[in-house]
């Protein structure tokens, strides 16, 4: 069973995974940009182009100046998240192909460096990703207070409702449409934690 939790930053995802990894006594692997980079990623990444640090926010804004930095760590993101999936089982993961994907769009489609050949075939790399997957749980951005500050994302909610509309988008008439024998999907649009954790478990062992 490989597994793969989505959503914007603050949504839960975490909270619901970690509950998954232990009812099911499967493994969590974390799909956070800091935990998926590999020995040498860092050197490749971020000493190359000279980041400086500074968590989510950092990373856009250093993106934002340096294309072609922003360019290979997605890439590179998208790559070692896919090797999760490929080479792993019967675990569960808070990230999937969608939030590579909405992430790409958002914080890089506007550079001209970035044309449509280039975003259709990340597109396709995502999808490949994708359809390797057996359960993929969406937990759309619905909680009812600000987004928690945890000193790396971004905790404007209103940025969080972007990003998440995203995810809908993409997970809806892309992913979804287009995947070949690819995963189910729930999506979980209400906040009530037990309510969460009912429905995810009667959905995975369906």
Not at 71 to 92: G, H, P, S, T
Not at 157 to 177: G, L, M, T, V
Request: with cysteine; proline share 3%.
């Amino acid at each position: 069973m490989k597994i793969a939790c989505s959503g914007s930053s603050g949504s839960g995802k975490t909270t619901l995974v970690t509950f998954i990894a232990e009812k099911l006594g499967i493994q969590h692997i974390s799909g956070s940009a800091g935990d998926v980079k590999q020995e040498g990623d860092k050197m490749i990444v971020d000493e190359v182009y000279k980041y400086p640090g500074g968590g989510h926010v950092g990373v856009i804004r250093y993106s934002a100046l340096n294309p072609e930095y922003g360019l290979m760590n997605q890439k590179l993101l998208q790559m070692r998240r896919a090797q999760i999936i490929r080479e792993n089982d019967n675990f569960i993961t808070d990230r999937s192909p969608a939030d590579n994907l909405a992430y790409f769009i958002n914080q890089m489609a506007y550079h001209p460096m970035i044309t449509d050949a280039l975003t259709e075939e990340f597109m396709r790399d995502c999808l490949k990703a994708w359809e390797e997957l057996d359960k993929v749980i969406y937990v759309k951005a619905v909680q009812p207070h600000e987004v928690e500050v945890n000193g790396s994302r971004v905790s404007n909610r209103f940025y969080q409702k972007s990003i998440d509309a995203q995810f809908e988008y993409w997970i809806k008439n892309y992913f979804i449409p287009n995947a070949i024998d690819g995963p189910d999907v729930l999506i979980i649009d209400y906040w009530d934690l037990e309510t969460r954790k009912a429905h995810v478990i009667e959905f995975i062992n369906s």
